[in-house]
């Protein structure tokens, strides 16, 4: 049988398995056209958060496989517990194959390529350096492609110190490890694709095409958690939740984090009545551990006033608001007196576990040690910060309190922190408490995102990352300022040495409006003026920048209502950020960060 064959024979869902089979298809077959073997070759696999990315890898070098390659290296993220999951899931996954963990350099030297190689590393520039010296000592590569498969792409294998003419270990110790083979194809994946596509082209690491696989029909994701209008599962808490809990000033538990406890105690009594033994809670506060800890104790301090209060009236009638709310969207939710009785039997027999999961804590998920956390048994509830941003899967997540903000917002960071997104849950009884504010953010970012993947579905050319004002797409130390465009929404932008050819031209399109200051107009209109304006140093006004701008808003928005505002007869002195003729030099876009690649 094939490689792709035995892969797909251990997938349950036969959505599952189309989905995996059209998936390697297109990644291979764009390969195929593409890659010379005397060359290295980068591109993206992109999904969404907690959309079975590893699944869809796993068919890939499955197929890559029935193709004749032979040796593929696949990279997590810098974390023990991720590294150990993924390589567990490979080596039950793809039967057929050599599969080496990163500390197996010992049987790695034994394989003789005679069935295909996985070798599972952290992106650790230890473990990455150590590796580029096998690969180099051993000489496996000598004449064969090489496959790397790099998970959380945008994490931490970009160059962090391109602004400064310098190379960060990781990125370096990857640019090493491509080489040591005479071709490589190297496969980003990610569902936060900002940083990968804003790599110019010079870096060495933009993609040269994009392969985008849908989520399947049961997946729960941005359109459900985050839409317009607001989705029942949001449930808003106040703004200062976190200050007040952070303070810790009284021993009153804030409204929304009581409710949010309340919510999975009724959800965990569901589940014990249907027979089930998981379910867990995410509490995503920032990333300082001491404010973990607060959480920790407020939590199990209320957990604990519960167990003694449980039959005071107050308690009854909290508990009865929250099975209300979870009744109304599920009718068929067991009676009040049932779940009452569940989560009575919950707290008496201690079965909530509190978990701080931080950079602190020490959390073996290894299956054979009996001390170890699995989230997929009992009724957890994880606290953290950002090791619950990326990578790990909380299996039967079904509440989610979310409270962090930052200073700086990034968009690739933030939308990484969905860590409800998925397969799962139970929809009905998904709760999220957030505040407002935060909830209305992580709409903008679904539009965002959903208005990403339609421009890289249909190629790469002229790409825009529209962003609702104050956001950043990713960290500003990955993308080289030299070749990218930002142009910040509610600023006027002019020419300093304009093109001065089309003024007539110019003239007479704008005379129609007469005294009019700002008139209504079309996107062909606008996009008809910037082409006559520019300035002879394309570096200081770019005008297709402006209309990649105009093409993108209203793409994103199409009934975005576009002005002339049509100023006459001015004297603006040179050197002041504005040129002196300024009719149609200037653009304002109002509400919008957008990014662009220049190269």
């Not at 492609?145 to 970009?158: K, Q, Y």
């Not at 309340?262 to 551990?289: D, Q, R, S, W």
């Not at 249909?458 to 104050?470: F, M, T, W």
Request: with cysteine; proline share 4%.
């Amino acid at each position: 049988m094939s490689y792709i064959g035995t892969y797909l024979n251990t997938l349950q869902s036969n959505e599952l398995r189309e989905s995996v089979v059209n998936t390697s298809n297109e990644l291979v077959s764009n390969i195929s056209s593409r890659f010379s073997f005397a060359s290295q070759l980068n591109c993206l696999l992109l999904g969404n958060v907690q959309s079975g990315k590893t699944g869809q890898m796993l068919g890939a070098i499955s197929l890559l496989a029935d193709k004749g390659y032979r040796l593929f290296i696949l990279l997590t993220t810098d974390n023990v517990d991720l590294q150990r999951q993924t390589y567990n899931r490979v080596k039950k996954s793809l039967l057929d194959f050599n599969v080496i963990s990163e500390k197996e350099e010992v049987l790695f030297e034994q394989v003789r390529l005679t069935k295909p190689t996985v070798i599972v590393l952290k992106k650790n520039s230890r473990v990455l350096r150590k590796w580029k010296d096998i690969l180099v000592n051993t000489d496996i590569c000598h004449g064969l492609p090489l496959v790397i498969f790099d998970d959380e792409a945008d994490a931490a294998s970009l160059n962090t110190k391109v602004n400064s003419n310098k190379v960060s270990p990781i990125n370096r110790n990857l640019s090493l490890i491509k080489k040591t083979s005479t071709s490589s194809v190297y496969i980003e994946v990610t569902a936060t694709p900002q940083a990968v596509l804003l790599q110019s082209l010079v870096s060495g690491w933009r993609p040269s095409f994009v392969t985008y696989f849908k989520p399947g029909s049961q997946y729960l994701g941005g359109n459900f958690f985050y839409s317009d209008p607001t989705s029942y599962c949001a449930k808003f808490t106040e703004d200062n939740e976190l200050d007040k809990i952070i303070a810790d000033d009284d021993t009153v538990t804030p409204d929304g984090l009581r409710d949010s406890i309340l919510t999975f105690l009724e959800v965990c009594a569901y589940k014990k009545i249907k027979g089930e033994t998981n379910c867990n809670f995410m509490i995503h506060p920032n990333v300082k551990i001491d404010v973990h800890n607060k959480f920790v104790n407020r939590v199990q301090e209320f957990l604990n006033l519960l167990e003694v209060s449980q039959n005071e009236k107050g308690f009854e009638k909290a508990l009865k608001n929250i099975w209300t709310d979870l009744q109304h969207t599920k009718p068929d939710f067991p009676s009040f007196e049932d779940i009452q009785n569940g989560v009575t039997d919950i707290l008496d027999n201690t079965e909530i576990m509190v978990v701080p999961l931080n950079s602190k804590s020490f959390v073996c998920r290894d299956s054979s040690n009996p001390d170890a956390l699995d989230l997929s048994k009992g009724f957890n509830i994880v606290i953290g910060g950002n090791t619950l941003g990326r990578g790990i899967t909380f299996p039967h997540l079904q509440t989610v309190y979310y409270c962090r903000s930052a200073k700086r917002m990034q968009a690739d960071t933030f939308w990484q922190h969905s860590r409800i997104f998925g397969y799962d849950r139970e929809k009905e009884l998904v709760r999220i408490f957030i505040p407002q504010p935060l909830y209305k953010f992580f709409v903008e970012l679904n539009k965002s995102n959903e208005m990403l993947i339609e421009q890289v579905t249909h190629g790469l050319e002229n790409l825009q990352v529209i962003l609702p004002a104050d956001i950043s797409p990713t960290r500003k130390n990955v993308l080289d300022s030299k070749y990218l465009n930002a142009i910040v929404g509610g600023m006027n932008f002019f020419a300093s040495n304009p093109v001065d050819s089309n003024t007539d031209v110019i003239d007479s399109i704008v005379s129609q409006y007469g005294d009019a200051l700002s008139v209504p107009t079309d996107k062909e209109t606008v996009i008809n003026l910037l082409q006559l304006v520019g300035s002879y140093d394309s570096q200081d006004f770019s005008s297709q920048k402006y209309i990649s701008c105009v093409h993108a808003l209203c793409a994103k928005r199409p009934s975005v209502k576009l002005r002339l505002i049509v100023r006459k007869n001015r004297e603006i002195s040179k050197g002041t950020g504005q040129g002196k003729r300024t009719s149609a030099n200037c653009l304002i876009i109002n509400s919008s960060l957008l990014f662009s690649k220049l190269i």
